[in-house]
């Protein structure tokens, strides 16, 4: 397995942050910056789901494949995750040539696995519930001696993850009067959460997780990590559905003084009715969950107050069930 030694210690920085948004911008325009009333405040919203593979997760994934040597890039990467780092990781490594393996649960959205698959991934199954796919992925990239990248413990990914803060906050300059100074992010591990608070250091930072699966909150309300509880509930948000959060993350948000909020199944899908009904967008249930926290007044409002809607793979029979619920 190559795993590159400095990454065991390198910290993410917000220096790379602003290496990976360049590096992004070569590559892709901008995601729109989208914007409606509420309560008498303007709210922004960072469309990340309009990415080619529909999340955020390319930043991360194209920041680290891009920084592999010659040799790692012939070698290939192994990943794991349940859809949109997967896709993310697929999308770079076709685009750079390099080989590519997926750890992904059994249970992810049909769309991501086949989105996944059509990007030229060999996708590995595992059981999200009784098997550890950190374990798994650690295992086929020895095996192969690929290098793994993970969905969110990686300095380089959390780097890249950062870039949307970047490209958001000169939106928000150009039309909004200044930068944000409250920022709401989906939060699953803490990729993106902790990559944008690098980004946007004079910004409030605000986490939103669903219910029974917010182990981040917890974290940052008791100052160390607190792992999801036994038999959490079920939930839409598989992309969330992250059971223990990484130092690298907690370190970074906690020292930001970030704070979180979690959000149950009916905002959730209250939030994918209204972006698609006010925003025209089709989020998914994870991708949904910042701007569910602000819907349902879980958030005060700031004067720029930027929300971030991460990630727009769902199955179509399930944001259909939700439209017409």
């Not at 397995?1 to 790379?16: E, F, H, I, Q, V």
């Not at 798994?136 to 990914?157: H, K, N, Q, Y």
């Not at 989906?186 to 902790?194: D, K, R, V, Y």
């Not at 980004?199 to 160390?224: N, Y």
């Amino acid at each position: 397995m190559r795993t590159p030694g400095a990454s065991l210690m390198r910290k993410p920085n917000r220096d790379g942050v602003l290496a990976a948004a360049a590096k992004i911008a070569e590559i892709l325009p901008e995601t729109p910056l989208l914007s409606f009333e509420r309560d008498g405040a303007t709210i922004w919203c960072k469309a990340e789901s309009l990415q080619p593979m529909g999340a955020f997760k390319l930043r991360g994934a194209w920041h680290r494949l891009t920084d592999l040597d010659a040799q790692q890039r012939a070698d290939g990467v192994v990943a794991f995750s349940s859809g949109n780092h997967a896709q993310g990781v697929a999308w770079s490594a076709k685009r750079l040539g390099m080989p590519s393996t997926i750890v992904m649960p059994s249970d992810a959205p049909r769309k991501k696995l086949e989105n996944t698959r059509a990007l030229g991934a060999e996708i590995i199954l595992y059981d999200r519930m009784t098997e550890d796919r950190a374990a798994i992925g650690a295992a086929l990239a020895a095996e192969r001696g690929a290098t793994l990248v993970p969905s969110f413990d990686d300095a380089w990914v959390i780097e890249g993850q950062g870039s949307a803060g970047i490209e958001a906050t000169a939106q928000m300059e150009a039309r909004a009067g200044g930068a944000p100074d409250r920022i709401v992010i989906p939060c699953g591990g803490g990729g993106l959460s902790a990559g944008i608070a690098l980004a946007c250091p004079d910004a409030e930072i605000v986490i939103a997780e669903p219910e029974g699966w917010d182990d981040m909150r917890q974290s940052l309300e008791t100052g160390e990590i607190v792992p999801v509880g036994p038999n959490p509930p079920p939930t839409a948000c598989d992309a969330l559905q992250t059971t223990l959060v990484s130092p690298l993350t907690f370190e970074v948000l906690s020292g930001r003084g970030a704070t979180g909020v979690a959000v149950s199944e009916a905002e959730v899908a209250e939030a994918m009715r209204f972006a698609f009904d006010k925003l025209r967008l089709v989020v998914e249930p994870g991708g949904a969950a910042a701007l569910a926290a602000v819907l349902a007044g879980k958030v005060e409002l700031g004067e720029r107050t930027l929300v971030i809607i991460s990630g727009g793979n769902v199955d179509d029979a399930r944001f259909a069930a939700v439209l017409s619920a």
